[in-house]
């Protein structure tokens, strides 16, 4: 009975995709119809498939389960991206003008100098550097 059920949803999937096909113009891309529904009450849907039972060993297994746990409500921890005091953790860290690899340095600073960092974006964080508006490296940093 099962086996047969699949296989008039197959047929029934199949035979929709290739009305579809057939009505689409030669070297021209189709975007995909509604499904269309059956006349007859009899006929089982393709999208109306018995679904297993939910039990406590698939729930916990499920990775649909996983993701939908309820964040808790605890001390969350500052971002290593938000702005604030930061310390320098190469042994040299490159100050630039602007930040990309290619800019000017201007400067450096040493390891365990501390930095105020005003904001970090896409891996540079804007820091002032004698008085001017610099960038550095923001993996070079640390909390």
């Known amino acids: 009975m099962r086996k047969s059920m699949l296989l008039v949803a197959l047929t029934a999937l199949l035979g929709s995709a290739a009305a579809q096909a057939e009505t689409c113009p030669a070297g021209k891309v189709c ?21 297993a039972a939910a039990t406590k060993e698939n729930m916990v297994n499920s990775p649909k389960h996983v993701a939908k746990q309820p964040e808790r409500a605890t001390h969350k921890p500052k971002s290593h991206h938000a702005p604030g005091l930061y310390v320098v953790a190469a042994k040299k860290l490159n100050v630039r003008a ?9 400067g450096t600073l040493p390891r365990g100098e501390k930095v105020n960092v005003i904001e970090i974006d896409s891996g540079w964080a804007k820091i002032v550097y004698r008085g001017r508006v610099n960038w550095v490296s923001a993996t070079y940093l640390h909390r």
């Open 31 to 51: 975007a995909p119809k509604a499904a269309h529904q059956s006349a007859s009450p009899k006929q089982p849907q393709a999208h109306k498939m018995p679904q």
């Open 98 to 106: 602007t930040p990309q690899l290619r800019s000017p340095i201007v």
